[in-house]
């Protein structure tokens, strides 16, 4: 790809990724492009999934001349094996990351720090009640602390089905009883998948993916949901606010630093730390104007959708964001963290600091975060980064763009606010056919795809469809970058989207939050079945991460299939190499849960897919064209 002009082009759709592209190749700087062509063509037996590494008898790959492993697995049994294992990565990711959103509002509870409050009492009544817990007449704190316990317990053995389940429909709660897929304990589901997928176990393709869509549904219904309900409580629950993204949030005259990963546990305390009077004037004194925080990827969301902090951009932006040669320090928490970040941060003046003992990389510097010293360790970071930009040269600073306005903070809470405190406008906007259906547009980038190409365009041609988009993670900034994240953007719209956003004030694309907050769209389709009075399944809605790459986005998808919602993926995970995996995620599961995954990398061609989804769920449901 090296001669060819028009290259920079075709990796990515933005003028501010292109510049950087550019600017990466004068400073002799190795990107994630340049790392996938050397590690083009993929290898076959991986991309189709029959490489099995389970035992020592291996490893094993199935081919026409070797159809079983040395123990007997054929090609079914270790595709399932594998995407199991695969779906595990992700469940445990989300789910460990609404652990530690428990600690730390256990810690709270209990007073162990005075570092983190609980910023919204009212949220933290309603679901404390809403879990069976008495609130009349007691301490904030004390029900805080059975509100703790309650959710630790959807982490154990005992449960025979997570607390959240009571948000279901009736109707679909009774079907997975009788699939036997309804979620227990969110570590018992993860621990059960390695289990049945160690040498010996589960030898039974259909049965192992049974499970997935069990365990998958622990981590949206359970580990995914409390993660998101928790950092409400303890970080205020987002409401519509303006932010900016793109490159162009860089300061060519501040200290500039960056948080990424995705639980805000690490971030708020940096927010705080960057507006603190003294170490604004240290940062005056090294010879700045101001400290600039901006975000990345999740935690960017997370930051974005409660305090309006701008984004400098998505997964494929990360290391770009550092050749811009204007930032001092990255300090990251968990999950998408590139560890290329470490060395090109290297060939400019940028400090990548780890807070996560889980989540170390060679060459950064460690600053552990626990529960009583983040404001503590959070005003060492800031300072350090302030020491960084006595060691930058303005010379190689580039940045690239003008920020581009947004609308963010699309809670269903600020949702159901801008809704005058109740669904039925949006029920009614639904059966009138002026909003057609609604699409959670999810996820990440991937180097295979155009960057944001496909994120993009489907959203575009979702919207002109009269379908509403809520988009989280990194498909976010995609649309914001867009200008679909704006009021404004109706004009892009159908008329009968047009006509309900233009009213309310909203854009057409909703930002809901983190990949996290996927738990937040959950609640919604389960809210609108309750109203309407069927199962999630028989909504007109879709779900579609064009451009995915990770286990969680793999776990997400599964559980909105799960939950009863049809799932758009660009290309397909690692299952190819087995016709009963693949068959029942693209058929057998709609027999199943009324929903199934469909694969296409054209998301012109995509939208064209979901919008006969939503007309066949329409019809479903007697509604008008
Ligand atoms: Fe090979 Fe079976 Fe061992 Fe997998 S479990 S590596 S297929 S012998
Ligand atoms: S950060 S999982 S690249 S959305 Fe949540 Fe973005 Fe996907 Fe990571």
Redo the contacts with the bound molecule.
């Keep these: 790809m090296k001669e060819d002009p028009k290259r920079f082009e075709k990796m990515s759709m933005w003028d501010d990724a292109q510049k950087m592209l550019q600017k990466a190749e004068r400073d002799g700087i190795e990107t994630v492009w340049d790392r996938l062509e050397q590690q083009t063509p993929h290898c076959k037996f991986g991309e189709s999934g029959v490489c099995?590494?389970?035992?020592?008898?291996?490893?094993?790959r199935i081919s026409k001349k070797a159809p079983?492993?040395?123990?007997?697995?054929g090609a079914d049994v270790?595709v399932a094996r594998n995407f199991g294992r695969f779906l595990a990565g992700g469940a445990a990711g989300h789910s460990d990351h609404g652990r530690d959103c428990i600690e730390a509002f256990h810690a709270v509870a209990h007073g162990h720090t005075k570092d983190y409050q609980i910023k919204d009492e009212q949220k933290l009544l309603r679901i404390a009640e809403e879990r069976g817990i008495a609130i009349e007449g007691r301490e904030l704190l004390e029900v805080a602390r059975d509100l703790a316990d309650e959710f630790f317990e959807d982490f154990g053995s005992r449960r025979e089905k997570v607390g959240f389940l009571s948000r279901l429909p009736v109707k679909q709660l009774e079907n997975w009883e009788k699939l036997g897929i309804v979620p227990r304990g969110v570590d018992r589901e993860v621990t059960e998948m390695m289990h049945r997928t160690h040498?010996g176990c589960d030898n039974d393709a259909g049965n192992t993916m049974l499970h997935a869509l069990r365990m998958c549904l622990a981590d949206g219904w359970s580990g995914s949901m409390i993660a998101t309900e928790l950092s409400d409580i303890l970080f205020g629950t987002p409401s519509p606010r303006k932010a900016q993204v793109n490159l162009g949030v860089l300061k060519e005259d501040q200290v500039n630093i960056l948080v990424h990963g995705h639980n805000p546990i690490v971030s708020e305390k940096i927010l705080e730390a960057v507006n603190e009077e003294e170490l604004i004037d240290l940062a005056r004194k090294a010879g700045a104007s101001g400290v600039n925080l901006a975000g990345l990827c999740c935690t960017g969301n997370e930051l974005m959708m409660r305090q309006g902090i701008p984004m400098a951009g998505n997964h494929l932006m990360t290391e770009l964001a550092i050749i811009t040669g204007a930032v001092e320090l990255i300090v990251v928490d968990y999950q998408c963290i590139m560890p290329s970040l470490v060395q090109v941060g290297n060939c400019y003046h940028t400090k990548m600091v780890t807070t996560a003992d889980k989540a170390r990389f060679t060459g950064a510097d460690h600053v552990k975060f626990e529960m009583h010293n983040g404001m503590e360790q959070a005003r060492k970071v800031v300072r350090m980064a302030i020491d960084r930009y006595t060691m930058r040269n303005q010379d190689r600073v580039e940045i690239p763009c003008e920020p581009v306005d947004i609308m963010t903070g699309f809670s269903n809470e600020a949702l159901l606010e801008a809704l005058g405190g109740s669904l039925s406008p949006l029920v009614d906007a639904i059966k009138a056919g002026k909003i057609r259906g609604a699409v959670g547009l999810v996820g990440c980038n991937n180097p295979k795809y155009k960057h944001d190409f496909c994120n993009v365009n489907l959203a575009r041609e979702l919207i002109k469809k009269d379908i509403l988009v809520l988009a989280t993670g990194c498909v976010t900034t995609a649309a914001g970058k867009a200008g679909l994240l704006v009021p404004e953007a109706i004009e892009q719209a159908g008329p009968g989207l047009k006509e309900i956003c233009g009213s309310l004030g909203i854009p057409p694309v909703l930002h809901m939050g983190s990949c996290v907050d996927n738990a937040r769209i959950l609640q919604l389709a389960a809210l609108l079945a309750n109203e309407i009075g069927v199962s999630i399944s028989d909504l007109p809605l879709a779900a579609s991460s064009p451009e995915w790459y990770s286990e969680k986005a793999a776990t997400i998808g599964t559980y909105a299939v799960a939950s009863g919602i049809y799932t758009h993926l660009g290309h397909p995970p690692n299952i190819t190499g087995s016709p009963v995996v693949t068959n029942l995620a693209l058929e057998g599961l709609d027999e199943m849960l009324g929903a199934c995954f469909a694969i296409e990398p054209d998301p012109f061609k995509a939208a064209e897919l979901i919008d006969e989804r939503i007309k066949m769920k329409r019809k479903g449901l007697g509604l008008p064209e």
Aim: hydrophobic share 40%; glycine share 18%; aromatic share 0%.
């Design positions: 099995c590494r389970i035992c020592t008898m291996g490893p094993c079983l492993g040395v123990c007997g697995a270790i040498m």
